[in-house]
């Protein structure tokens, strides 16, 4: 009886785990998207780990106020690998992202001295559009968080802007508790329906799904600024 291990099972495509690892590694812009799909792979790591609660409640509560890796990831990795409990962890990540965009708004609103911080983010972000921009978030402030909590605009810039723009507590956590739920049990459905071979789309086209994704957020920031 031979000691060595049996290979792992070759899917029926012919496509393994190591072609895809090769593929990705030999494309052109591997090097580019390095570091991005290392954080990638680093969040779905505590997917497999007994802190995968925990870890999606600080990811979730974390990039609605501050870091840049969407809750989505690790929520599509948990889905993967407990499919059963993929509404629940839904519910996990959706609670405390609002909660974290609630902190955000209200630091926002009751900052010392926020003036200057919002002088600040308009030359980075709205240059000499940022008073126009608040004016419209007074008058669409449900939408544009709607907008903000479903689609791939960063929530947390909108979260601090509802704060300077002293949006009423009520209509953000109306809007958050829609459409940033929706989102991600959308995310949830998705991934309990086709599970795996979602996950292996990715794995396989990640240099060509961060460039999508770039592009989208870029066109939808482009467009509500022309809006």
């Not at 496509?15 to 812009?29: A, F, K």
């Not at 983010?121 to 479903?150: I, K, P, T």
């Not at 829609?178 to 989102?183: C, K, P, T, V």
């Amino acid at each position: 009886m031979s000691n060595e291990r049996d290979p792992k099972p070759t899917p029926q495509t012919g496509v393994t785990d190591e072609l895809i690892e090769e593929e990705v590694h030999s494309h052109p812009l591997a090097r580019l998207f390095g570091p991005v799909r290392r954080l990638y792979k680093w969040i779905l790591g505590w997917a497999e780990t007994r802190y995968a609660g925990t870890a999606m409640a600080s990811l979730a509560w974390s990039e609605a106020v501050f870091f840049p890796v969407p809750a989505d990831v690790l929520l599509m990795a948990l889905c993967l690998g407990r499919p059963k409990r993929s509404f629940w962890w839904a519910t996990v990540c959706s609670f405390w992202s609002i909660a974290g965009a609630m902190m955000a708004m209200m630091a926002g609103k009751y900052l010392v001295g926020h003036e200057r911080v919002l002088a600040a983010m308009a030359a980075v972000h709205l240059g000499s559009e940022a008073e126009r921009a608040l004016a419209l978030f007074h008058d669409y402030g449900f939408w544009a968080m709607g907008g903000a909590a479903f689609t791939p605009i960063p929530y947390k810039v909108f979260a601090w802007l509802a704060g300077f723009a002293e949006m009423h507590w009520a209509t953000f956590l109306a809007a958050s508790l829609i459409f940033r739920s929706l989102r991600f049990y959308s995310v949830a459905a998705v991934m309990y329906v086709f599970g795996p071979p979602a996950k292996r789309f990715i794995d396989r086209y990640f240099n060509l799904c961060t460039i999508l994704f770039m592009i989208l957020v870029i066109g939808v920031v482009l467009l509500l600024k022309v809006l």
